[in-house]
């Protein structure tokens, strides 16, 4: 968000929250509202990866809850019990203690990207 000359304020950022996988587009949305279901999982974030080949792909970032564990083979497999499309499943998994915050106290999936874009996070591979 930022303030237009004119006084107003313009929201800019998340036109879409869509992960273009080699022409496929997901919603990241829809993928963290599965995750959220998982019983281990207090708060999810799913963010672009750069890909080579596909041009992205997806990770998903999640904050577990008290004393709780999650791998990325335990992740797919409770998202396609609860009926996924195998090829949106993430391809990626960082469990992180929180998620950086914007001015507003929205999760920034931009911070958050490039986190993991930088390799500043652990990680673990899935298959998708």
């Known amino acids: ?6 006084g107003n304020y313009v929201v800019e950022g998340r ?14 949305e829809e993928v963290e509202n599965l995750i959220l279901m998982h019983p281990a999982v207090q708060n999810a974030a799913c963010v672009p990866i750069p890909d080579p080949n596909l041009g992205e ?5 999640v904050v577990l809850r008290d004393a709780r564990a999650l791998t990325m083979a ?17 391809e990626r998994l960082e469990v ?11 999760v920034s ?10 390799k500043k996070l652990g990680g673990q591979a899935g298959v998708g």
């Open 1 to 6: 968000m930022r303030k237009h000359p004119s």
């Open 57 to 61: 792909r997806m990770c998903a970032c």
């Open 15 to 28: 036109k879409k929250d869509l992960i273009n996988r080699g022409g496929e587009k997901i919603s990241a």
């Open 96 to 106: 992180v203690p929180e998620f950086p915050l914007s001015n507003f106290g929205k």
């Open 74 to 90: 335990e992740l797919s497999t409770f998202l396609l019990d609860q009926g996924i499309a195998k090829f949106k499943l993430p």
């Open 109 to 118: 999936k931009k911070a958050l990207a490039e986190m993991v874009a930088e």
